[in-house]
């Protein structure tokens, strides 16, 4: 997805998969695990062994610190050995090497390592911690349960949302157009997030402003739909100051005035510290991230990575991960913890499924249709990684 807080997801194309079967349609966030792909048939652990000392974990900046795997190595003798990674493709790059036993992934690299036979389905009853806490809009996702199999466990969310200036844009937005149309009063002011991943953004706005195109799912975009995408994301870039990748860059532009609107997350606008900005979910909806641990098909060390992401499940760990980076927690226990804890949880919508019935989380594009159509065949990751090139080219 990106390089949380540090830089963000420069993806690369994804290999092409060999899928079958459908899934149904639904609201933004709405997981069925329904999905059907022909994907490697990996064994799941049917049970915890002796601990083997160590693991090794691939995982976005500030997901693993000694505040918390101090205390796990403490606990379990397990010696928590952290690589971390700047971008999804990495991450996938890195786990196929079989150093790794966990990693962070994101929804636009889930996909990629389960049909690539890179990561295995979860055994969730050695998983305590996976409970009734863990609130209900990140269990059984499409980009991490597959053929009704569950491959993460999850660890935060957040979506992308419309940041603003709002002592220049006086008005609360409720729509994305000031941020797409041409004859935005704030052209040469919009921000926009530099990554493939981005042109679900334009799908998204499609899916509302040009319902003829038939989207129902941003990720799920047949040839001509994804042109319509890249033609909207031309006329963009014709407003855009510039992208974005970069945190720490997006928020100096804000911060320099360069930028007085465009695509941001919750934290990137608390990290300003100025109450000049703001922050809304259009009426559109928007797309998001969510991240979850994953377990290697060749893992060393299964009990170990088993019982972090126990450890991890748990309210306290999982609420300082979420805290630490900036994002909605997946354990919803955590929120009762403190009066810190209950105010962060409000600020990121952590038990708000309205809101994030709204969003679209991040899922790799596949050629199988996800939006349940079989007539067409779908765009790739590869052609969408091609057509990114074409905007910014």
């Avoid at 949380?4 to 079967?21: H, R, Y």
């Avoid at 729509?175 to 799908?203: C, F, L, Q, R």
């Avoid at 009762?336 to 994030?356: G, L, Q, V």
Wanted: proline share 4%; with cysteine; hydrophobic share 40%.
């Amino acid at each position: 997805m990106r390089k949380k807080i540090l830089a963000t997801t420069a993806m690369a194309a994804a290999a092409v998969l060999a899928l079958s079967g459908c899934t149904t349609g639904g609201e933004a966030s709405e997981g069925s695990g329904e999905l059907q792909i022909d994907v490697p048939d990996i064994a799941m652990q049917e049970a915890l062994g002796d601990y083997e000392g160590e693991v090794n974990i691939v995982a976005w900046s500030g997901f693993v610190e000694p505040a918390w795997s101090d205390a796990f190595t403490s606990e379990t003798g397990c010696v928590v050995n952290r690589r971390v990674a700047g971008t999804s493709d990495e991450m996938v790059q890195l786990m196929r090497t079989g150093d790794y036993d966990l990693v962070s992934a994101s929804g636009d690299a889930s996909l990629r390592l389960i049909a690539g036979g890179d990561v295995q389905p979860l055994n969730l009853e050695l998983i305590p911690n996976f409970g009734d806490d863990i609130v209900e809009g990140m269990k059984g996702q499409i980009y991490d349960t597959i053929n009704g199999k569950s491959y993460g466990i999850p660890i935060g969310r957040g979506a992308n949302i419309l940041q603003y200036n709002s002592e220049i844009v006086t008005e609360e937005p409720t729509s994305w157009d000031v941020a797409w149309e041409k004859d935005s009063p704030y052209a040469g002011k919009v921000i926009a997030y530099d990554a493939p991943i981005y042109i679900a953004d334009a799908a998204v706005y499609l899916m509302a402003h040009e319902p003829d195109l038939g989207i129902t799912n941003p990720y799920a975009l047949d040839e001509e739909q994804l042109e319509a995408a890249i033609d909207l994301l031309k006329q963009q870039n014709e407003i855009v100051s510039e992208y974005w990748s970069d945190p720490a860059a997006q928020i100096t532009s804000f911060a320099g005035g360069t930028t007085v609107l465009g695509t941001s997350w919750e934290v990137l606008r608390k990290l300003t510290e100025d109450d000049r900005f703001k922050s809304v979910l259009p009426e559109e909806g928007s797309t998001g991230w969510s991240d979850a641990w994953m377990l290697a098909t060749e893992s060393k060390n299964p009990n170990c990575a088993y019982a972090w992401m126990d450890y991890s499940s748990s309210p306290e760990v999982n609420g300082a991960i979420a805290m630490n980076f900036g994002m909605a927690p997946a354990n919803a226990a955590f929120c009762d913890t403190s009066e810190e804890a209950k105010a962060h949880c409000e600020y990121f919508n952590a038990t708000d499924e309205e809101y994030f019935k709204n969003v679209w989380f991040w899922t790799t594009p596949i050629e199988q249709c996800i939006d349940g159509r079989t007539d067409v065949t779908c765009t790739n990751f590869q052609q969408w990684t091609d057509a990114w090139l074409s905007v910014k080219g």
